[in-house]
């Protein structure tokens, strides 16, 4: 069990500093018990960046369904989802890839303009962070959850992004809204850790019982970038059975018919082809 006086000598001890602008992936319940729940170790941030700094959390949802700013329940942990109701906290208006900011540039972070041109390419938050110098926290997730490369992937104009997909349309709205450069299927972002733990900005560390990951979002994006040039299919894993990954490669496929009727991938299919 861990409490405010741990949070406040450990994140400082991995890097976090007033100031930050800090994004945070999150699995709260590797933590292993936190005095104060979930608001506590929301606290414990908040203490952390300080005023002058601003904490941001992906508040991702359903493409298929109506999505409401205040309403959809965040598909990305319990940390997030209640974060995104608390006061001060904005959240942008996105079918899929909503985020949610509290701090000195939450309405930077939190724009909308950018939802009929990219899902995570220039002008999205997860290209800001990048440019604007920012932290991100892997909290008990591994780097398969870091949706800040995909911002690389559109970047790099890789073929594999699907160019529109159909969207519910947001609440009080009728009909469908176009997403553009989607990133679908499975990603083995986790295949670049052994080179990662090499560089000395990249962080490796425990809050509690949860593994954590601190890495500057601009170096992250500049070493992946480089990669990128080399193997475009720097992303994807190698598996024959992953039809997800052997879709995007242009590869048969292992099955004809997937057993996953959730399928993200089968959806878009005809979209890759």
């Known amino acids: 069990m861990i ?6 000598r450990k994140l400082p001890a991995m890097g976090i500093v007033r100031g930050d602008i800090l994004f945070v992936h999150s699995a709260f319940s590797a933590v292993g018990g936190m005095e104060g729940g979930v608001d506590g170790f929301i606290d414990g941030l908040l203490q952390a960046v300080g005023p002058e700094g601003t904490l941001i959390f992906p508040t991702f949802t359903s493409y298929t369904q109506p999505f409401s700013r205040g309403g959809s329940p965040s598909n990305t942990g319990i940390l997030s989802d209640v974060f995104r109701k608390r006061p001060g906290v904005v959240r942008t208006l996105h079918p899929s890839h909503s985020i949610a900011a509290i701090g000195r540039q939450a309405k930077y972070f939190a724009q909308d303009e950018w939802i009929l041109n990219t899902t995570c390419g220039a002008g999205t938050c997860y290209m800001r962070l990048s440019e604007q110098g920012a932290k991100v926290m892997m909290l008990g997730v591994d780097l398969n959850r870091c949706t800040m490369l995909h911002a690389c992937e559109d970047m ?4 594999y992004l699907v160019p529109e997909v159909k969207a519910a349309a ?33 962080t490796v560390g425990y809050i509690g019982e949860a593994r954590t990951l601190i890495f500057p979002a601009a170096e992250m994006y500049d ?8 193997d475009p299919f720097l992303f994807l894993c190698e598996n024959a059975s992953c039809n997800s990954c052997m879709l995007m490669r242009a590869r048969p496929i292992s099955a004809a018919v997937c057993p996953d009727r959730h399928c993200e991938v089968c959806a878009f299919t005809k979209e890759l082809q």
């Open 3 to 8: 409490d405010a006086a741990y949070l406040s």
């Open 156 to 159: 790099a104009d890789l073929n």
């Open 170 to 202: 947001p609440e009080g709205q009728t009909g469908k809204m176009i997403m553009k450069r989607f990133p679908p299927g499975h990603r083995a972002f986790i295949h670049l850790m052994e080179t990662l733990r090499c560089e000395t900005w990249f």
């Open 223 to 230: 070493f992946c970038m480089e990669k990128l040039k080399d």
